[in-house]
């Protein structure tokens, strides 16, 4: 019980930050809108040229989906609310793409870093990636660690079919992620790295972003 008024409180914490604490504070455009020149690219094995899987096209981030890869930020961040709005082109339940957070190292095609989860059905699951770790993972002392460990999001889905915008809110601090898809609550880690890039994946599906904006705390 003690445990459930906390994390409450933890909660309503939360929501004081994104509701007054950031409402100061100077807005901080990751995508301006006309071009990807704050990003980096990763295309699996290089297969491909970068600006045949990222692309904008009437103020929307396009990404093909395949080959799997992400776009990073150019610069590392922490202590932040991450904003930004994603469609899915068509429906299907193998939709997938992903928010990455706290990325130390940028590898390919995944890097060392922390995956909000947008794939169709669970938005708000977080994804270890390269080894990396959340406290609120708990691994089954008799198998082995799984390739990619997941916490899983603590609501229902509250995302909206293909063809209309979902949003993610994300706050980071001090290594806490604390997530929110559509106004809902999904999620919190806890990682001991405190910034890192950002990065949007490109894995499956055609997926588009915009607003992609970080207020700093």
């Not at 704050?38 to 009437?58: G, I, K």
């Not at 980071?172 to 001991?192: A, E, L, P």
Request: one cysteine or more.
């Amino acid at each position: 019980m003690k445990r459930s008024i906390s994390f409450m409180m933890a909660m309503i914490a939360t929501l004081f930050y994104f509701n007054s604490n950031a409402v100061a504070q100077e807005v901080k455009l990751l995508f301006n809108g006309k071009d990807l020149s704050n990003w980096n690219f990763v295309v699996q094995d290089n297969s491909v040229p970068a600006d045949q899987v990222y692309s904008v096209n009437d103020g929307i981030i396009q990404i093909k989906g395949t080959p799997l890869g992400y776009m990073y930020t150019k610069e590392k961040y922490g202590d932040y609310i991450l904003h930004t709005e994603w469609r899915w082109i068509e429906a299907g339940e193998s939709n997938n793409s992903g928010i990455f957070l706290l990325i130390e190292t940028p590898e390919n095609p995944f890097p060392n870093g922390i995956e909000c989860q947008l794939a169709a059905g669970r938005a708000g699951d977080f994804i270890l990636l390269n080894g990396s770790n959340l406290a609120e993972y708990i691994q089954n002392a008799n198998e082995p660690r799984p390739k990619f460990p997941v916490v899983q999001k603590k609501n229902a889905l509250s995302e909206k079919p293909a063809g209309e915008w979902n949003k993610a809110d994300i706050a980071v601090k001090d290594g806490v992620i604390t997530v929110y898809i559509n106004d809902v609550y999904q999620n919190t880690g806890t990682n001991k790295v405190k910034t890192g890039y950002i990065g949007l994946q490109s894995e499956g599906k055609a997926v588009q972003f915009r607003n992609v904006t970080l207020r700093k705390w």
